[in-house]
Every structure is written in structure tokens, then in C-alpha cells.
């Protein structure tokens, strides 16, 4: 049996003070449900200040991103020992806002900006191992974006994502791992998909991870759904087989909606 994960991605939103608060909510109201692992990832600035929060609850923390390299010249990069010096277990990667596809273009500019973050399929492998290397255990992001769906594309790109991102990995690195899919259309945008439909895209994940991995690997790898997920769709969704848990951004910035979703989460 897989153990349900409710992770929260707080994106770019909370300063310290909120974080702290947000962070207390929820180690005060979910912070002993047993059955299902929590996870949270404020932005970088508050890692430590939340640390002090959940040190001692089941609560765990992640971080939203992070480079390959251990130090060096690389402003404004962060490294996985320095995730590790605040608390985190977890690092998410690969998130569709930071890929390349996908980003905000202010008024006046041009396309060139969309790869702003420019993560990619072969960044995600080399920071999912060095993540892995240091001791943290990845919660890697996959999923198709809209005119990709509406071609009917969606099983090959999520596939040749999760192939890519999972290359030339280890036994080792295959355990630690965490997949989530998010479809992009899904994110922020209040269009769940339908619970039948995101087990289905699991499911096809589960058989990537098999193929390359084997069978043993993909049965206890934990493949998460994210994508507007609330308190009146998770029920849906958890109850899914093929789908392990949730990675929230909206839901997961109030205490009360985001202990919810662990609470249904815990049930599956
Ligand atoms: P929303 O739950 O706000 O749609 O965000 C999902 C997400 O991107 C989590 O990583």
C-alpha cells in the first residue's frame, strides 16, 4: 500500500510573518493525522522560519525548486545542503512554472520571456539525482498543456516527460522520488479534471515508471495529482487508485481547507 501525500505549494505568496502563522495552522490542526504524510514548501525565504514551526510535528517541509551544484558562483541559486540547513526533506521540481513553457509576459514584451525559469525535462533529471545524492526526496512535476489535451497529445507528452525526467535513474533515486501530474490547464484556474480522467493519466504514468523501472518500483512510487484541487473536489479525486495524493496551490494557503484536504487524503 502507497501512503497518501498532501503537499501545499505556496508559490510566490507569504512573507515570514504570514508563513509562520499559516505554517502554525496547520501543525495545530493537522499536525497528528495519522495515515497520510504532509508536506509543505513556502518560498525559500521563509524555509527557516516555518522550520521552527514544524520541527517537532509530522509536518514536512519542501522547498519549490533548487540547483544542481553543491556551492559555487551561481547568484541566486540555492543548493540542496542549504534546503537541507533549513529542514527540508522534500524539494519540488520541475513545476510547470518554472518550465520553460510557460510563464507571465508583461504588457510590451515579446514571447522570447517564455522561458524565463526555463526548467526542462533534462534540468529536472540532473537536479532530481543531485537532490537525491544530498538526501532529499524529489516530488517531481509533469503534465500537458491545454492545446496539447485538445490534440490529443496529452499520453505522449506526460509520458515522454516522466521518461526524460526519469533517465538513467537508480533504484535508489527511483524510491525517493515523488511524481506529481499537473496538468497545466488545471492549475489555478478552478478546472479540476475529472477525477475518472487524472486516474486515467496516472495510470499511464504508473506505466512509464514500470516500463523503465519495473513493476515493483511503479507499484510503490507515489504519483500525485495536481490542479485546482478543493475541499469540494478532493473527495473525488483521492478515492481514485491510481492517485496517491495532491499537490495544492490555492487550497493550501488557508489552514482550514488545506487540513480538509489531508483529512480526505488520509482516508484513501
Ligand atoms: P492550484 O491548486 O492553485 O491550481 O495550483 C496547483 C499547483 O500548481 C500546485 O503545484
Known sequence: ??????????????????????????????GQTAGCDIV????????????????D????LAAQNMYWE??????????????????????ILGHSERRGRFGVIPDGFTEELRSVFGDNDATVNIKAKAAVA?????????????????????DAIVSDQVRAFLAGCSDAEFNAITIAYEPVWAIGTG?????????????????????????????????????SV????????????????GLVGGASLKADSFCTLIQVAARN
Open 1 to 30: 500500500m502507497r501512503r497518501p501525500m498532501m503537499a501545499g505549494n505556496w508559490k510566490m505568496v507569504c512573507d515570514n510573518t504570514a508563513a509562520v502563522e499559516l505554517a502554525g495552522g496547520i501543525v495545530a490542526d493537522a
Open 40 to 55: 509543505i514548501a513556502p518560498p525559500f525565504t521563509a524555509l527557516s522560519a516555518v522550520n521552527e514551526v514544524t520541527a
Open 57 to 60: 510535528s509530522p509536518v514536512a
Open 70 to 91: 553543491d556551492s559555487g558562483a551561481f547568484t541566486g541559486e540555492i543548493a540542496a545542503d542549504m534546503l537541507l540547513s533549513c529542514g527540508c526533506e522534500y524539494v
Open 134 to 154: 544530498a538526501g532529499l526526496k524529489p516530488i517531481v512535476c509533469c503534465g500537458e498543456l491545454l492545446a496539447e489535451r485538445e490534440q490529443g497529445m496529452t
Open 191 to 227: 478546472e479540476v479534471c475529472d477525477g475518472d480522467e487524472a486516474n486515467r493519466v496516472c495510470g499511464i504514468i504508473r506505466g512509464v515508471v514500470a516500463e523503465v523501472a519495473g513493476q515493483e518500483v511503479a507499484e510503490a512510487m507515489r504519483i500525485l495529482y495536481g490542479g
Open 230 to 245: 478543493k475541499p469540494d473536489n478532493v473527495e473525488g479525486l483521492m478515492a481514485q487508485p491510481e492517485i496517491d495524493g
